[in-house]
């Protein structure tokens, strides 16, 4: 029994296996070189078969996981298995896996069992907003999530849709920074895509700027005053009072412009009937009317007394009387 252990010990460690944990350094190369085009929908590798042999030694519970760390670069990962097909010292990846790891073909890589809490709340943020295009995407991710084994948080999954790649962004896990999605209910969470931009709202109008000249246009404007003019009475009688009526100081400015405008008015045209009668021209109104008729009255007077003077008028029943007796 001792010498079967001491054999065994011998065998995994050259290949380099030793300790009670699976840690090994491979090269590593895309899935195209080894004609697995399945590799690239989900997030498994194909390892060498001195790796199974390791692991069945080491009792690793199933599902098998491991920890891909890129030492130069200094990027983690996690992921699952698919074959153990590999040329030794040699594991095929997907390669957007080797993209998120920084790695080229031929890089060393180190691989590490671990073990993954069940994950029970997973955000995502795809890339482009073509993505929510999709007619039915919740349904595309959980036929693509399927063929993953594992999700790490700042890792970017690729999802393969109608001959066209979508990539997604693996924001936050839960109950750690990588869960394992193997047989769990998991809630699943979006954030807005990469590229979305939203729209802009409309800005208010600002208010327009004053204008001093039209402030003073404004100012200048008189004011609507209700109730202006004169008064009239239902009787028909003339109103008492209407400059006391007036209560506003407006209303009496207007009764006194209104009382000043009759007397330049009465004036002016006293002036010009004057100026009219010294031209001779016919007048009417009631100055015409009134000289004219002075001027009938005169010569009637003239005319009264020039015949006194000069021919006596007829008298009737003037002269001696007679009597029919004698």
Known sequence: MVARQSLVRHYFEGYGYRGSTFEQTYRCYPASFIDKPQLESGDKIIMPPSALDRLASLHIEYPMLFEVRNTAAERTSHCGVLEFIAEEGMIYMPYWMMQNLLLQEGDMVFIKNATLPKGTYVKLQPHTTDFLDITNPKAILEKTLRNYSCLTTGDSIMVAYNNKKYYIDIVETKPSSAVSIIETDCEVDFAPPLDYIEPERPKPSAPPSADPTT??????????????????????????????????????????????????????????????????????????????????????KDAKEDPKKEEPKFSAFTGKKYSLKG
Do not use: C
Request: charged fraction near 25%; hydrophobic fraction near 25%; aromatic fraction near 4%.
């Open 215 to 300: 402030e003073a246009a404004v100012e200048e404007e008189p004011k609507f005053t209700p109730f202006t003019g004169p008064g009239r009475r239902l009787d028909g009688k003339a109103p008492k009072d209407l400059e006391g009526s007036s209560s506003s100081p407006a209303k009496r400015q207007a009764n006194a412009t209104n009382s000043v405008q009759p007397s330049t008015a009465s004036a002016s045209t006293s002036q010009s009937t004057t100026a009219r009668k010294t031209t001779g021209k016919l007048v009417f109104g009631p100055g015409g009317s009134q000289s004219s008729k002075a001027k009938e009255k005169v010569p009637e």
